[in-house]
């Protein structure tokens, strides 16, 4: 079999909706790993780029920069919610709200102000080692 047949029979519309299972996979569980720890796990950032790079070329996407643009997008996306996710958890669990109200309740400068107070340097390093990490395995 030659490989333009086998080109040809690859489902090329599948990378969308497994971006989509990825991006919304991602932060639920970095928020379970950090409301479970108690910490902030910049670390997750490294574990989504590989998540959204692995989920991508399952989702036959193919190398190039639409790929690289897409994994680097998604860890910071994903990150941002996760922050936001964590910090409106533990300030609303304080008031007694539900993790989804919280969320809901929460404004951008008070995400970006406890988020800022809760991370310290190694979690904004992992955020950028994922960024890297992302771009260098989804080229």
């Known amino acids: 079999m030659s490989s333009n047949a086998a080109r040809a029979r690859t489902v090329t519309w599948l990378w969308p909706f497994m971006l989509l299972l990825g991006l919304v996979?991602?932060?639920?569980?970095?928020?379970l790993v950090a409301?479970?720890?108690g910490r902030q796990?910049?670390?997750?950032?490294?574990v989504t780029a590989l998540e959204l790079t692995f989920t991508l070329r399952l989702g036959t996407l193919g190398?190039?920069?639409?790929?690289?643009a897409l994994v680097v997008l998604g860890t910071a996306l994903v990150s941002a919610v996760a922050y936001w996710c964590i910090a409106s958890v533990w300030m609303g669990g304080s008031?007694?709200?539900?993790?989804m109200d919280a969320v809901l309740r929460m404004g951008p400068h008070l995400a970006w102000t406890l988020t800022s107070l809760a991370n310290g340097a190694m979690e904004w390093?992992?955020?950028?080692?994922g960024v890297v990490v992302g771009a260098w395995l989804a080229r």
């Open 63 to 68: 190398p190039g920069r639409l790929r690289v």
């Open 95 to 99: 008031m007694g709200l539900n993790p």
């Open 41 to 46: 796990v910049g670390w997750m950032a490294v």
């Open 35 to 37: 409301l479970m720890t």
């Open 125 to 129: 390093i992992w955020l950028a080692v």
């Open 25 to 31: 996979v991602a932060p639920m569980v970095w928020v």
